[in-house]
């Protein structure tokens, strides 16, 4: 299907009362065809490379570290990988993402094979299948966070973050999640959370640089990633920019920008690079808005991985 045909009827569904939830279960049902072990195993894959990255950096996280994650989805399991291994997490949303029986099948996964569940990179896990069964038995979503020690705050407020209702965090991480987000409230997302964590505390950010019409629901695969660099403001807008599959195109220097806006210092940033040859789409394709003001070197970046970390003191990325 054409990228543009999947993005009106995303767009469309943004008008349509329900519509995210259709959407979001479009997509769950879809990825539940794939094996719930291979699911599992990328989500904790993502795990693996944020505690990777923080260790190169020279930090390690003790059990007992709060932890703010921005985008639950629909199925809490990273945020119930963390609590497994001691971390005490908010995870924050939008909107209510996280369908019950989706978290059910999970829990009862990892119940059976605990052994999936342990996250190398993280601490160590103690009376972790313990903890698992009694996850497994709860009756509702309010029992099971509860029993994980999760807070769950959907839809959250970024006033609310940015005053410390939800309290002050160690560490603040993301998967796939800063591309969803408009640029001015992106800025002012980090900017909140920046307030919510804690003096010389952490971010661990995974960033989506590409063109998300080529995968899931009714996806194009003729799209390259650098698809929706091809196309004007107005164009892509038209087509795409209501969509409650949102993408805000920034490209890497932008996101640099932000976060140094933001006043954090990087203590790391890594990158995925495209490995062909060549683009996939030549550069003279590639719409002005991508090319002027920036090193062409960004448009070979497919995706960005960031560690972050609040300052000791209001002058120290000044002082650098």
């Not at 920019?241 to 490209?251: D, E, F, H, Q, V």
């Not at 976060?259 to 990158?271: D, I, M, P, Q, V």
Request: glycine share 8%.
């Amino acid at each position: 299907m054409d990228w543009r045909v999947k993005a009106l009827i995303q767009r469309g569904l943004g008008f349509v009362p329900g519509g995210q939830w259709m959407n979001d279960r479009a997509l769950a049902s879809l990825r539940g065809r794939a094996p719930l072990p291979e699911h599992l195993s990328r989500l904790r894959g993502c795990l693996e490379d944020h505690g990777r990255l923080l260790s190169q950096t020279g930090n390690t996280l003790a059990p007992g570290t709060t932890v703010l994650e921005l985008g639950t989805g629909p199925d809490l399991t990273i945020s119930t990988l963390l609590s497994l291994h001691g971390y005490r997490v908010t995870t924050v949303d939008i909107v209510p993402m996280v369908h019950w029986p989706a978290v059910c099948s999970m829990a009862q996964h990892l119940t059976a094979h605990p052994e999936q569940a342990v996250v190398e990179a993280l601490a160590p896990a103690g009376e972790l299948a313990k903890r698992l069964q009694g996850l497994a038995a709860t009756p509702n979503l309010e029992e099971y966070c509860e029993c994980a020690e999760i807070q769950y705050r959907a839809p959250y407020s970024v006033r609310a973050l940015e005053a410390g209702e939800y309290g002050q965090f160690d560490l603040c991480l993301s998967n796939c999640v800063l591309e969803h987000i408009p640029r001015s409230a992106l800025q002012e997302l980090m900017s909140a959370v920046h307030n919510a964590t804690a003096i010389g505390g952490l971010g661990v950010h995974l960033v989506d640089l590409q063109d998300h019409f080529g995968w899931g629901f009714l996806s194009s695969r003729r799209c390259s990633y650098l698809n929706f660099r091809k196309y004007s403001s107005r164009y892509w807008n038209f087509f795409a920019g209501g969509s409650i599959a949102y993408l805000n195109r920034l490209m890497p220097s932008d996101y640099d920008a932000i976060f140094n806006a933001a006043r954090f210092r990087t203590l790391r940033r890594s990158e995925v690079r495209w490995e062909g040859e060549a683009l996939p789409v030549p550069v003279e394709r590639i719409h002005p808005l991508f090319r002027q003001g920036y090193d062409e070197e960004e448009l070979w970046i497919t995706h960005l991985h960031y560690v972050l970390q609040r300052p000791l003191s209001q002058n120290a990325i000044l002082a650098e």
